[in-house]
């Protein structure tokens, strides 16, 4: 396994974390994402399958990190993501914005809202109103503090993983964490 023994996290995941799989998990794997991220949109699928295949010993947590200099939607698409959690609706709205990422206009993200069956009024106020904004910015400050430079970049169980995020070289990571 490649990481760095000595970058670790500095804010340990936690509830106010967006986390799904099980509480009792012995592996929690971490990404610092950025929703227009070509990167990141490849891991999610990746990370799909590692879901699918550790469903019982892992929970997948993320933070966003948007590269807003060089992705300039992935600010507007991280607040919407917040503005869906607000709802209950944080992974669904996720995956739709992976899924779409070549569509992060504004209109699309409220169109996402809709589709997802989200208080579409209360979600454009929200956007309108940057109201995640200052979550967003905690979770991007909590990644430079940890070291986080570029997305998507992953912690397993605090540790940061500098090794390849392909299916495999997780599985390999994660199994010799366990």
Request: with cysteine.
């Amino acid at each position: 396994m490649k990481t760095q023994g000595h970058v670790g996290l500095t804010v340990p995941v936690n509830e106010a974390d967006h986390v799904r799989g099980p509480q009792d998990a012995r592996v929690t794997l971490l990404e610092y994402g950025d929703f227009e991220c070509p990167h990141c949109r490849e891991a999610h699928f990746i990370l799909t399958e590692l879901e699918k295949t550790l469903a019982d010993s892992m929970q997948l947590a993320f933070r966003n990190f948007p590269l807003a200099t060089v992705h300039p939607h992935a600010e507007p698409a991280a607040e919407a993501a917040e503005a869906a959690a607000a709802q209950g609706k944080f992974w669904p709205m996720h995956d739709t914005l992976f899924e779409n990422q070549d569509a992060l206009e504004f209109e699309d993200l409220l169109q996402y809202a809709a589709d997802l069956g989200l208080d579409e009024e209360r979600f454009a106020r929200e956007l309108s109103e940057r109201r995640f904004a200052n979550r967003v910015r905690e979770h991007f400050m909590s990644g430079v503090r940890s070291g986080v430079n570029g997305t998507p970049t992953f912690f397993i169980n605090g540790v940061r993983h500098d090794g390849s995020y392909d299916l495999q070289s997780l599985l390999a990571a994660i199994n010799d964490v366990v």
